[in-house]
Nanobody
Framework: QVQLVESGGGLVQAGGSLRLSCAAS????????MGWVRQAPGKEREFVAA????????YYTNSVKGRFTISRDNAKNTVYLQMNSLNPEDTAVYYC????????????????WGRGTQVTVSS
């Protein structure tokens, strides 16, 4: 089982950018599709983006398309989420997770989870 540690969150003004990283332990990282899921205060977890094992295929929730980019570096066992044009509605704890069913947006189809990193966007 892979262990995941997120980093890169913080406080940013609306319109700003952040880059989240998720470092995975173990030598099986490249065998997993990966995803990012977020949870805003008082709300359920929401799918954000996912990437397949090779990095050649990605998909996003509609609200972040054109603003967020998911990528991965299998040599570094790391998946990234570049977030641009942030707005207050993006405020949430962001989790990376292994995607058990690539193409699914249900958080139930994600396996191992990190502890999350807080992203706060001020208006």
């Amino acid at each position: 089982q892979v262990q995941l540690v997120e980093s890169g969150g913080g406080l940013v003004q609306a319109g700003g950018s952040l880059r989240l990283s998720c470092a995975a332990s173990g030598r099986t990282f490249s065998s997993y599709a990966m995803g990012w899921v977020r949870q805003a205060p008082g709300k359920e977890r929401e799918f954000v983006a996912a990437i397949n094992r090779s990095g050649g295929s990605t998909y996003y929730t509609n609200s972040v398309k054109g603003r967020f980019t998911i990528s991965r570096d299998n040599a570094k066992n790391t998946v990234y989420l570049q977030m641009n044009s942030l707005n207050p509605e993006d405020t949430a704890v962001y989790y990376c997770a292994t995607s058990l069913v690539f193409g699914s947006t249900s958080h139930a189809d994600f396996g191992s989870w990190g502890r999350g990193t807080q992203v706060t966007v001020s208006s």
